[in-house]
């Protein structure tokens, strides 16, 4: 599980279901933070009024403060101006020192606001840590965690998600699977003489046979698109983990199609992980008012 959460929050039903969803994620002994993010060109549209730009804190931190109370947790508040919202998560995110961001998936909330324009995609790009998307209703039925899902196949970051998902299996008592899709048989990736007489049933039951030999997991495979055979997967379990190469989890979640396109149509809450590990202590210039709330 996760010591150090921060959860995007803007008043709307995505922030809901990212609180509901980071309250299954976090550790017995973990800290929850409400983030509340405004967009700093308002501020510069008024002149960078101190006046409004205090006004827009305390509004801030009395949205955060309300959703606190209704979902009954304890956390910490915080809230910051930024040119973007997601240059803000980011930012904040990482000056918490946080292991996952988590962020709702309602296309009125923040992650539909994350993906409008490139400027907002290019400042969370290197988001410091792993990223949690909560389906849209998520905070009206919120699932315990009975079976724990991992995209599996060989690849190192997939491995990194496999571990993963074994620690929070572990930790919440539920089961834990996973699953390859498999595309393309193998051969055409590596070279070689193409095996004779083999079928897509075959490479399926070789893809099953991989991941039973991993020990305490239950296997699935399928034939088909990566992501829409994922996204079926999805459907079984309570969380699906799985690993990201290259810019950090939002940059994969733009720049990747498996990983974008299970952003929007995955069945369950999804959690994105970097290879690198997360990067600590590090602080950024945005001012930030901090509340905390029993």
Same mark, same amino acid.
């Given at each position: 599980?996760f010591?150090?959460?921060?959860v995007?929050?803007?008043?709307g039903?995505g922030?809901?279901d ?7 994620l ?5 800290e929850?933070?409400l983030?509340y993010?405004?967009v ?9 009024n ?9 509004h801030? *931190?009395?949205l955060l403060a309300?959703?606190c109370?209704q979902?009954?947790?304890?956390a ?5 101006g930024?040119?973007s919202?997601g240059?803000?998560l980011?930012e904040?995110?990482?000056?918490s020192?946080?292991?996952l961001?988590v962020?709702?998936s309602c296309?009125r909330g923040l992650?539909g ?5 490139d400027?907002t995609r290019?400042?969370v ?5 792993a990223v949690?998307?909560a389906?849209?209703g ?7 965690m009975?079976?724990?899902?991992v995209a599996?196949n060989?690849?190192?970051?997939s ?5 993963v998902g074994?620690?929070?299996?572990a930790e919440?008592?539920a ?6 899709a498999?595309?393309?048989p193998a051969y055409r990736f ?6 004779v007489?083999?079928s ?5 039951e070789?893809a099953r046979?991989r991941i039973?030999?991993l020990g305490?997991v239950?296997?699935?495979a ?9 996204a079926?997967y999805s459907a079984?379990?309570?969380? *699906?983990?799985?690993?990201s190469?290259?810019y ?8 990747g199609?498996t990983?974008q396109q299970?952003?929007r149509?995955a069945?369950c ?6 290879r690198?590990?997360?990067?600590s202590?590090?602080?950024?210039d945005?001012p930030?008012v901090e509340?905390?709330?029993?």
């Amino acid at each position: 599980m996760f010591k150090q959460i921060v959860v995007g929050v803007d008043g709307g039903e995505g922030g809901r279901d990212a609180i509901a969803l980071a309250k299954h994620l976090v550790s017995k002994d973990g800290e929850l933070t409400l983030v509340y993010v405004y967009v700093g060109e308002l501020v510069r549209s008024r002149g960078s009024n101190p006046a409004y730009e205090a006004a827009e804190h305390e509004h801030g *931190l009395d949205l955060l403060a309300a959703e606190c109370e209704q979902a009954g947790i304890k956390a910490r508040l915080r809230v910051a101006g930024s040119p973007s919202v997601g240059r803000g998560l980011h930012e904040l995110a990482e000056s918490s020192g946080a292991d996952l961001l988590v962020i709702g998936s309602c296309q009125r909330g923040l992650l539909g606001r994350v993906f409008v324009g490139d400027d907002t995609r290019a400042s969370v790009n290197g988001a410091p840590c792993a990223v949690a998307i909560a389906p849209a209703g998520y905070a009206q039925e919120p699932s315990t965690m009975r079976e724990i899902g991992v995209a599996y196949n060989e690849s190192p970051e997939s491995e990194h998600a496999l571990a993963v998902g074994r620690r929070i299996a572990a930790e919440t008592g539920a089961r834990l699977s996973a699953f390859e899709a498999v595309a393309l048989p193998a051969y055409r990736f590596l070279g070689g003489p193409e095996p004779v007489d083999e079928s897509v049933e075959q490479f399926v039951e070789l893809a099953r046979e991989r991941i039973a030999r991993l020990g305490g997991v239950e296997p699935h495979a399928a034939y088909g698109d990566p992501a829409e055979e994922l996204a079926l997967y999805s459907a079984s379990v309570d969380l *699906l983990v799985i690993g990201s190469r290259g810019y950090g989890p939002i940059g994969r979640l733009v720049h990747g199609s498996t990983s974008q396109q299970l952003a929007r149509t995955a069945r369950c809450p999804l959690l994105v992980l970097t290879r690198a590990a997360r990067a600590s202590g590090l602080g950024v210039d945005e001012p930030v008012v901090e509340r905390v709330v029993d």
